[in-house]
């Protein structure tokens, strides 16, 4: 895919949707935090059900430590591996309150330093909080880049690097949140609705749907 086909797919994305922001309610770094953390493997939906109960009562790391894990999973333990996730925010919680005094960092390697945070969670954290052109790939901007040819690669990593490298500078901050939407309701898995889609014309998909 050339540079000029790539610049026409962002302009109509962002026509379509000039402030694109993530799924996960939240009104703070921290709460972004957690919530992505929560968001393996689950919905963002069934994530933000979880925390509008947990955010109502506990919504900074000293006050989820003060919940207590067990304390903790009563808020969350509708949500997949909740188990794992609340071990790992007590520990996060723990780690900001000691060495950040209760802030969440803006910066990756203290973001991937904390339990629960990998690359994926601290280019969300890096993008969504604090306004970097980080890129997180997830199942649906991968299969997106690959499907339309935006960015092909064999792994996310691959995906992430060749986005940065490829979409146009003016677009990067906000481009993350454009595919993930687009990947999740119009470039689906099964059957994607291309005929539906705002930059059908542009895309390389050679399978293409009339739905």
Known sequence: MNKHKRREIFERLRAADPNPTTELEHETPFQLLVSVILSAQATDKGVNKATAGLYAVADTPRAILDLGETGLKKYIKTIGLYNTKAANIIKTCRLLVERY?????????ALEALPGVGRKTANVILNTAFGHPAMAVDTHIFR????????????????????????????LKDAHHWLILHGRYTCVARKPRCGSCIIEDLCEYKDKTSY
């Open 101 to 109: 005094n209760g802030e969440v960092p803006d910066d990756r390697k």
């Open 144 to 171: 997106l880049s690959n499907r339309t040819r935006i960015a092909p690669g064999k792994n996310v990593l691959e995906v992430e690097k060749r986005l940065l490298r490829n979409v146009p500078k003016e677009f």
